[in-house]
């Protein structure tokens, strides 16, 4: 059967030709033209946010979480553009960590060029195992809108809910950005430990587990070691039982030196702060017959609150203490562990292991 040349229109050999060359052409060029001009385009528009943004890149950070950051924070328009616009220029191993200050409406390819330049404040690391004090005297040299009277004033009752890490600052962040900061991360550590099975089956109070897990960070720095000194810990407390830790007692003897008198003034004040051994492994006698309820040779159960900052190990380890046979521990002078049953294997291991 014959089409009507009147109703359909026929291409010939040679009009077959050129459709095909045009078809040839949009897939080759004028496509990738327009793939290439849209993707200029879209890097370089201004991001929707109109107001300036503050950004710390952790160390270590993923390229999915800083895109996801940077999205939710309104720095930039679009995650999947940000990854592919690294990815494509291989960027993301020239990002510095730091904290950044991104203008409004700054483009998705000034924001990486930003993220490559390092940045603009100062790295501060609080180890874990210290006191507010410690954290204090460090922040105060390196800040210079930091009080440290005023820290330790607003700080009290937080022992050991700064979170202990590296944070980024601005050179004139004050003690108000410095317990902000470590506050929320360790709500967020908290926030995420308390979704675990773990704790949910936990016979301890939040405030206990911060006291365990502070006087784990002074008694252990192994994992393993962490689990089964916990739960010997924990297994006592219960008990009743004196636990006689004598880190407890390094707290209280360091805090009566710093304030030997109760004052209206904040107490310690900074020159004094730095005179101070904090941790002095020297205890006498006389030290461990005060009246403190620090002291835990002669108090039985916890001090009234942590002695220190603690990491997210020790956190782990309180929560996923281990069970075992064992109701004592101590270290050598090599800092290898040694556990008893019973009082009379301690002594021994004493006898044994730390007696000239």
């Known amino acids: 059967m014959e089409l009507d040349a009147k109703k359909f229109f026929s291409l010939n050999p040679k009009q077959r030709k050129y459709l095909k060359l045009l078809n040839l052409l949009l897939?080759?060029?004028?496509l990738p033209l327009s793939i290439y001009f849209y993707f200029d385009y879209?890097?370089?528009?201004?991001?929707?946010?109109?107001?300036?943004?503050?950004?710390?890149?952790?160390?270590?950070a993923s390229l999915e979480s800083i895109a996801k950051d940077l999205r939710e924070l309104g720095v930039i328009n679009s995650e999947n553009l940000f990854t592919l616009y690294v990815k494509i220029y291989r960027l993301y191993p020239k990002f510095k960590s730091g904290i950044y200050?991104?203008?409004?409406?700054a483009s998705l390819k000034e924001v990486c060029n930003q993220l490559q330049s390092g940045s603009n404040g100062i790295s501060i690391t609080f180890v874990e195992g210290r006191r507010l004090e410690e954290y204090g005297i460090v922040a105060a040299s390196k800040l210079s809108s930091f009080n440290f009277e005023k820290f330790i004033e607003k700080t009290k009752g937080l022992e050991g809910q700064l979170f202990p890490d590296t944070y980024f600052f601005y050179t004139s962040a004050t003690e108000d950005d410095v317990i902000r900061v470590m506050r929320n991360n360790f709500d967020n550590k908290m926030d995420k430990l308390r979704k675990s099975e773990n704790y949910k089956k936990t016979k301890l109070t939040d405030n206990e587990i911060y006291i365990v897990a502070s006087l784990l960070e002074k008694e252990s720095f192994?994992?393993?070691?962490?689990?089964?000194?916990a739960g010997i810990i924990i297994r006592r407390l219960l008990r009743g039982e004196i636990l006689g830790i004598d880190a407890s007692n390094q707290y209280g003897i360091a805090s009566k030196k710093a304030c030997p008198e109760i004052t209206k003034k904040t107490c310690p004040d900074l020159e004094t702060a730095k005179k101070i051994k904090w941790w002095d492994p020297n205890i006498t006698l006389s030290d461990l017959r005060q009246d403190s309820p620090y002291n835990l040779r002669l108090n039985a159960g916890l001090p009234p609150q942590p002695i220190s900052s603690f990491s997210e190990e020790s956190l782990q380890a309180v929560i996923e203490n281990k069970d075992s046979p064992y109701n004592f521990?101590?270290?050598?002078?090599?800092?290898?562990?040694?556990?008893?049953?019973?009082?009379a294997d301690h002594e021994a291991n004493i006898s044994r292991y730390l007696s000239n």
């Open 42 to 60: 879209a890097v370089n528009r201004p991001s929707q946010n109109y107001k300036e943004v503050n950004y710390n890149l952790k160390e270590g």
């Open 101 to 105: 200050t991104f203008p409004s409406g």
């Open 222 to 229: 192994r994992g393993e070691e962490r689990r089964i000194i």
């Open 329 to 343: 521990y101590l270290h050598d002078r090599q800092g290898n562990i040694h556990y008893g049953v019973t009082l």
């Open 27 to 30: 897939i080759l060029v004028v």
